[in-house]
């Protein structure tokens, strides 16, 4: 999926407000960009867990402009609102992976009423199985947003490990990386991928690692 110029500069002025509403307990707002004060709906169900708002506006304020122009993958996306907040703020496309059907149709349905189609997949399906055959090309850096349920880092370490260097390595140069996860998570066991910049915001911990250099066919780079 491409976006071209047109496309982002028909996204840049569009402002859509009224996606699905399904009361104030299962409503989220994107916090900056085009879309800034446009609800997206959930379902409410505690699985898709999105993201504090807090703490989306300090991942976004810490990722700053290197978010346009990119091409994001949301790993769990779950209510999808990483993937719309980054193309709000200039994005130019997004897939969004999520294994949960119900919320799957739900990201679909927010996408339309955002406007945003031309600029955002949904994959339904197990990231683990799919991202790896679902790799953008290297022309855009890519940012990357990796908030899976907390339980996977104890239940599936190796594969979220392995999910995690598979797209460090392919990564074109100045990619972001976001891993979401709660204190259970020992932010050293990423170290061979990089040097993350780990910020606590209770009960979740973020970590930052940026792209240096040319990873596609040699050793990791280090930023």
């Given at each position: 999926m491409g976006a071209g110029a047109t496309q982002r500069e028909r996204h840049q002025g569009t402002r859509q407000q009224g996606a699905p509403t399904r009361g104030p307990d299962s409503e989220l707002r994107i916090i900056g960009g085009r879309l800034r004060g446009s609800h997206v709906a959930y379902s409410g169900d505690p699985r898709t867990r999105p993201m504090k708002e807090r703490v989306r506006e300090a991942v976004f304020n810490l990722l700053g402009p290197a978010v346009r122009d990119s091409y994001v993958l949301d790993l769990?996306?779950?209510?999808?609102?990483?993937?719309?907040?980054?193309?709000?703020?200039?994005?130019?496309?997004a897939v969004a992976f999520e294994q949960h059907f119900p919320s799957v149709r739900l990201i679909e349905e927010n996408v339309s009423q955002l406007g945003a189609s031309d600029f955002v997949e949904a994959v339904a399906g197990d990231a683990f199985f799919?991202?790896?055959?679902?790799?953008?090309?290297?022309?855009?850096?890519w940012t990357v947003?990796?908030?899976?349920?907390?339980?996977?880092?104890?239940?599936?370490?190796?594969?979220?490990?392995?999910?995690?260097?598979?797209?460090?390595?392919?990564?074109?140069?100045?990619?972001?990386?976001?891993?979401?996860?709660?204190?259970?998570?020992?932010?050293?066991?990423?170290?061979?991928?990089?040097?993350?910049?780990?910020?606590?915001?209770?009960?979740?911990r973020v970590g930052i690692l940026v792209i240096a250099g040319d990873t596609a066919e040699g050793?990791?780079?280090r930023a």
């Open positions: 769990f996306a779950g209510t999808g609102a990483m993937a719309l907040e980054a193309i709000s703020r200039g994005a130019a496309a799919w991202v790896p055959r679902r790799l953008p090309t290297r022309d855009r850096r947003f990796c908030c899976p349920p907390y339980d996977f880092y104890v239940e599936r370490p190796a594969d979220l490990l392995g999910l995690l260097e598979t797209l460090v390595r392919a990564a074109p140069p100045a990619s972001r990386f976001v891993v979401e996860s709660d204190a259970r998570f020992d932010f050293a066991q990423l170290a061979p991928l990089g040097e993350w910049r780990v910020h606590d915001y209770p009960p979740a050793p990791i780079a």
